[in-house]
């Protein structure tokens, strides 16, 4: 079951620590926003996902399952 | 391991207790600092923000352990009657109370702050952050505590220190509010003008207070405990009380 | 503006036919002031196949395949399948709410406003008998402030004592801004927070109006609904092309004799359409299709362009909100575009960095192209604020934006390329064609506080 990174552009503030912790799926924007590469995480990238959601001031950053989302 | 009261010298929990609430003190001013530092999102290459959040976490949550050492040591030690229920519940204890008791309530706030942090994704963003605020209400008072319960007011190590650490909290608080000026001119005004009244209060009122004569009896020692030769108001050695 | 009858391929408006054939359908009997009254409006429709009892009550679902089969999609803007959303909504946990969003953010669309205001009783049976078949106890009708909230609150009472008792109707109306009607965002405010949009999960159809599972439904799209629940959904696709089934409203503005909200069937040329309103009153440069966050058609497409989305699509644009806004030749395409897209961006919920940022980097970025200020590279940078402005909101808001952009820069390419060597032309000097109302935000809808930009974090 694989994982991805999603960021929540409402409470995000760009403190950019995301990227700092995550930057082989998150880069920042001209404004210090997250650009997030939507590819699955693998188990290794999982923990740093983990860690760089944790570390967001806002909770702005989270780590979902796959297909967690519901249609429509 | 606990000494005689009368004629002996003062117990080594007596040395911990003054010297882990020097210690916690000089961590709580770096955790601000770092605080500071933090939410203005300062950072280079070398230290990055994911670095000075975690310095700042961590700083604090030493803070806390020295905390939890200076409370144990003062309860574990004789000399003065401090109980366990006085850490979390202020000005109930005979000796200091007032003094004493500012430590117990700086002890809370700070409790509820590390508290919130610890379980911020359960108390969510907004909870965790009106609380957070309490920290700025917590170190004057642990400081008030410091010169007011303290034995080692007069000592020049502890002074330089207080003092020093002062100045670091007050650069903070400038950085922290100076910026984004004038937007919420009236909340910066507010943090501003707390700040210079409590300095220029502490300056005033130090030479008659702690660094006065007479400050053991007239900050509520117990009679019985003064008169000990110990207990006298100057003590520029370590063997004073 | 009013709107009006004279819509292509329509039929004499005799009696009261049991299937009425061609259009209009739901602007038929269309008072010219004033709303039709409940009597006048079963007068001209005939009852509508209302639940009445737990029986029927329970049956009421059967609704719902009807409009399966009609193949009936939202005509918000979004076009999504209506019995789908239905169906998740009446499967959710909890009791439903259902909401007419009747709250038109677009300001080039009229059709919503003027549905309710003169045909109110066709969008409110659809919405009890949407109501009715999800299972909902509350129905809610979401209007912009001036509307005419009396007019709509009599014929709310009017209904009282005759639709299943057990349905409750209110008014609720919402702050006049260009995302309060989004979905999301008129929840936000029914449930007495901003009418901005807000972050899924949680989904509306599974939580939504205090916390209950909510069917958002666009006034036109259950107009439609209130007739096919008479007619049928072999009817309904009596019209329209076999994707696209059925009549839509659009709004037609710009130089045209008679500008106004008219229905067509999907499908229909824009050239009968304009014939219609009495012809074009000026040569046509250009034309947006689906709204201000919508895509420019040039001149050259238009004699042949279909209004459906599936023969819109090669052209980079949908129907939308059912707006169509011609522009004339006198005025100047990049003008017009710098102007749309710096309202597009004071627009902007200002909750999201990317939106907020990214939308005034492409205004100034256009605004330099059109004053002839642009530097080299400017369609680059341009193309770059774009890319990252799309799809990084909580809502859609910047991609329409983004969509008016790209459309623009390549239909007024050689308007561009002038303006780049030459400065302001003579059609920018003139007052704009486009209506851009200026919308004061009160402080109940003032933008969360700003968003921080951090620079220097990216190369350029």
Same mark, same amino acid.
């Given at each position: 079951?694989?994982?991805?990174?999603?960021?929540?552009?409402?409470?995000?503030?760009?403190?950019?620590?995301?990227?700092?912790?995550?930057?082989?799926?998150?880069?920042?924007?001209?404004?210090?926003?997250?650009?997030?590469?939507?590819?699955?995480?693998?188990?290794?990238?999982?923990?740093?996902?983990?860690?760089?959601?944790?570390?967001?001031?806002?909770?702005?950053?989270?780590?979902?399952?796959?297909?967690?989302?519901?249609?429509? | 391991?606990?000494?005689?009261?009368?004629?002996?010298?003062?117990?080594?929990?007596?040395?911990?207790?003054?010297?882990?609430?020097?210690?916690?003190?000089?961590?709580?001013?770096?955790?601000?600092?770092?605080?500071?530092?933090?939410?203005?999102?300062?950072?280079?290459?070398?230290?990055?923000?994911?670095?000075?959040?975690?310095?700042?976490?961590?700083?604090?949550?030493?803070?806390?352990?020295?905390l939890v050492l200076h409370i144990l040591t003062s309860v574990l030690d004789s000399f003065a009657p401090i109980s366990l229920t006085a850490a979390f519940v202020p000005f109930l204890d005979s000796y200091r109370p007032f003094w004493l008791g500012l430590g117990t309530v700086a002890f809370d706030l700070m409790l509820a702050v590390i508290l919130t942090s610890v379980l911020r994704q359960r108390v969510g963003y907004r909870v965790w952050r009106a609380t957070h605020w309490l920290a700025y209400a917590s170190w004057p008072i642990a400081l008030l505590h410091g010169f007011g319960t303290g034995s080692d007011a007069k000592t020049t190590w502890l002074l330089a220190l207080s003092v020093g650490c002062l100045l670091v909290v007050l650069a903070a608080v400038l950085a922290r509010v100076l910026p984004g000026w004038p937007r919420d001119a009236a909340r910066r005004g507010l943090a501003l003008g707390g700040?210079?009244?409590?300095?220029?209060?502490?300056?005033?009122?130090?030479?008659?207070?702690?660094?006065?004569?007479?400050?053991?009896?007239?900050?509520?020692?117990?009679?019985?405990?003064?008169?000990?030769?110990?207990?006298?108001?100057?003590?520029?050695?370590?063997?004073?009380? | 503006?009013?709107?009006?009858?004279?819509?292509?391929?329509?039929?004499?408006?005799? $009696?009261?036919?049991?299937?009425?054939?061609?259009?209009?359908?739901?602007?038929?009997?269309?008072?010219?002031?004033?709303?039709?009254?409940?009597?006048?409006?079963?007068?001209?429709?005939?009852?509508?196949?209302?639940?009445?009892?737990?029986?029927?009550?329970?049956?009421?679902?059967?609704?719902?395949?009807?409009?399966?089969?009609?193949?009936?999609?939202?005509?918000?803007?979004?076009?999504?399948?209506?019995?789908?959303?239905?169906?998740?909504?009446?499967?959710?946990?909890?009791?439903?709410?259902?909401?007419?969003?009747?709250?038109?953010?677009?300001?080039?669309?009229?059709?919503?406003?003027?549905?309710?205001?003169?045909?109110?009783?066709?969008?409110?049976?659809?919405?009890?008998?949407?109501?009715?078949?999800?299972?909902?106890?509350?129905?809610?009708?979401?209007?912009?402030?001036?509307?005419?909230?009396?007019?709509?609150?009599?014929?709310?009472?009017?209904?009282?004592?005759?639709?299943?008792?057990?349905?409750? +109707?209110?008014?609720?109306?919402?702050?006049?801004?260009?995302?309060?009607?989004?979905?999301?965002?008129?929840?936000?405010?029914?449930?007495?927070?901003?009418?901005?949009?807000?972050?899924?999960?949680?989904?509306?159809?599974?939580?939504?109006?205090?916390?209950?599972?909510?069917?958002?439904?666009?006034?036109?799209?259950?107009?439609?609904?209130?007739?096919?629940?008479?007619?049928?959904?072999?009817?309904?696709?009596?019209?329209?092309?076999?994707?696209?089934?059925?009549?839509?409203?659009?709004?037609?503005?710009?130089?045209?004799?008679?500008?106004?909200?008219?229905?067509?069937?999907?499908?229909?040329?824009?050239?009968?359409?304009?014939?219609?309103?009495?012809?074009?009153?000026?040569?046509?440069?250009?034309?947006?299709?689906?709204?201000?966050?919508?895509?420019?058609?040039?001149?050259?497409?238009?004699?042949?362009?279909?209004?459906? /989305?599936?023969?819109?699509?090669?052209?980079?644009?949908?129907?939308? $909100?059912?707006?169509?806004?011609?522009?004339?030749? /006198?005025?100047?395409?990049?003008?017009?575009?710098?102007?749309?897209?710096?309202?597009?961006?004071?627009?902007?919920?200002?909750?999201?960095?990317?939106?907020?940022?990214?939308?005034?980097?492409?205004?100034?970025?256009?605004?330099?192209?059109?004053?002839?200020?642009?530097?080299?590279?400017?369609?680059?940078? +341009?193309?770059?604020?774009?890319?990252?402005?799309?799809?990084?909101?909580?809502?859609?808001?910047?991609? #329409?934006?983004?969509?008016?952009?790209?459309?623009?820069?390549?239909?007024?390419?050689?308007?561009?390329?002038?303006?780049?060597?030459? #400065?302001?032309?003579?059609?920018?000097?003139?007052? #704009?064609?486009?209506?851009?109302?200026?919308?004061?935000?009160?402080?109940?809808?003032?933008?969360?506080?700003?968003?921080?930009?951090?620079?220097?974090?990216?190369?350029?």
């Amino acid at each position: 079951m694989s994982h991805r990174v999603r960021v929540n552009p409402i409470t995000c503030e760009a403190h950019g620590m995301c990227a700092e912790l995550l930057p082989e799926r998150i880069a920042l924007d001209d404004w210090g926003y997250p650009i997030i590469d939507e590819q699955p995480l693998d188990p290794k990238l999982l923990a740093h996902a983990r860690r760089a959601a944790q570390a967001c001031p806002t909770f702005a950053l989270l780590v979902e399952k796959q297909g967690s989302r519901s249609a429509p | 391991m606990s000494f005689p009261l009368a004629g002996a010298g003062p117990s080594v929990y007596w040395y911990m207790t003054r010297s882990t609430g020097a210690v916690a003190l000089l961590l709580l001013t770096v955790s601000l600092a770092l605080g500071v530092i933090d939410v203005r999102r300062l950072q280079s290459p070398r230290w990055p923000r994911f670095v000075i959040d975690g310095l700042h976490r961590n700083a604090s949550l030493l803070a806390l352990v020295f905390l939890v050492l200076h409370i144990l040591t003062s309860v574990l030690d004789s000399f003065a009657p401090i109980s366990l229920t006085a850490a979390f519940v202020p000005f109930l204890d005979s000796y200091r109370p007032f003094w004493l008791g500012l430590g117990t309530v700086a002890f809370d706030l700070m409790l509820a702050v590390i508290l919130t942090s610890v379980l911020r994704q359960r108390v969510g963003y907004r909870v965790w952050r009106a609380t957070h605020w309490l920290a700025y209400a917590s170190w004057p008072i642990a400081l008030l505590h410091g010169f007011g319960t303290g034995s080692d007011a007069k000592t020049t190590w502890l002074l330089a220190l207080s003092v020093g650490c002062l100045l670091v909290v007050l650069a903070a608080v400038l950085a922290r509010v100076l910026p984004g000026w004038p937007r919420d001119a009236a909340r910066r005004g507010l943090a501003l003008g707390g700040a210079a009244i409590f300095s220029l209060g502490l300056v005033l009122w130090l030479p008659s207070g702690p660094l006065g004569h007479e400050w053991a009896r007239r900050s509520g020692t117990p009679a019985a405990l003064l008169g000990h030769p110990s207990s006298s108001s100057s003590s520029t050695s370590g063997s004073g009380r | 503006m009013s709107a009006h009858l004279k819509s292509p391929g329509e039929q004499a408006n005799g $009696a009261q036919a049991q299937q009425p054939a061609g259009l209009p359908r739901l602007l038929r009997g269309i008072p010219a002031e004033g709303a039709l009254s409940l009597s006048e409006h079963l007068a001209v429709h005939g009852e509508a196949p209302l639940a009445h009892g737990r029986r029927e009550r329970r049956n009421a679902a059967a609704l719902i395949d009807r409009v399966e089969r009609a193949g009936l999609c939202g005509r918000g803007g979004a076009g999504f399948p209506t019995a789908v959303k239905m169906r998740a909504v009446a499967g959710a946990r909890g009791r439903p709410i259902v909401v007419i969003n009747g709250a038109e953010g677009e300001p080039a669309s009229l059709k919503d406003r003027t549905l309710l205001g003169a045909l109110p009783h066709l969008v409110l049976d659809g919405g009890v008998l949407a109501a009715q078949a999800v299972g909902a106890d509350e129905l809610i009708v979401g209007v912009c402030e001036s509307s005419d909230v009396d007019a709509l609150q009599r014929a709310i009472a009017e209904r009282r004592g005759t639709a299943d008792g057990s349905l409750r +109707i209110r008014l609720a109306t919402v702050p006049e801004h260009y995302v309060a009607g989004q979905e999301a965002a008129l929840v936000n405010h029914l449930n007495g927070g901003p009418a901005l949009p807000t972050f899924t999960p949680p989904m509306i159809f599974e939580r939504g109006v205090s916390r209950r599972p909510t069917l958002v439904n666009n006034a036109e799209t259950l107009a439609h609904l209130a007739l096919i629940a008479r007619h049928g959904s072999a009817w309904f696709r009596q019209l329209g092309t076999a994707a696209e089934p059925g009549s839509t409203l659009v709004t037609l503005s710009g130089p045209v004799a008679y500008p106004g909200v008219y229905e067509v069937e999907q499908g229909a040329s824009l050239a009968s359409l304009i014939e219609a309103a009495g012809g074009a009153t000026a040569r046509v440069r250009a034309v947006l299709l689906g709204g201000y966050a919508g895509a420019w058609v040039g001149a050259q497409a238009l004699s042949g362009l279909a209004l459906s /989305d599936e023969h819109l699509a090669p052209h980079g644009a949908t129907l939308g $909100a059912g707006v169509v806004l011609l522009l004339s030749e /006198d005025a100047c395409g990049v003008a017009e575009t710098s102007r749309v897209t710096r309202w597009l961006a004071r627009e902007s919920a200002g909750q999201c960095g990317p939106c907020v940022h990214g939308l005034d980097a492409l205004a100034s970025s256009i605004e330099e192209v059109a004053s002839g200020a642009a530097r080299g590279k400017a369609r680059q940078r +341009i193309a770059r604020f774009a890319s990252l402005a799309r799809g990084r909101g909580a809502c859609s808001h910047p991609d #329409g934006a983004v969509r008016l952009i790209v459309s623009a820069l390549e239909v007024f390419a050689e308007d561009f390329a002038d303006h780049a060597r030459h #400065g302001i032309c003579d059609a920018c000097r003139r007052p #704009g064609e486009l209506p851009l109302p200026a919308r004061a935000k009160t402080s109940a809808t003032q933008a969360v506080r700003a968003k921080p930009a951090v620079a220097g974090t990216a190369g350029r």
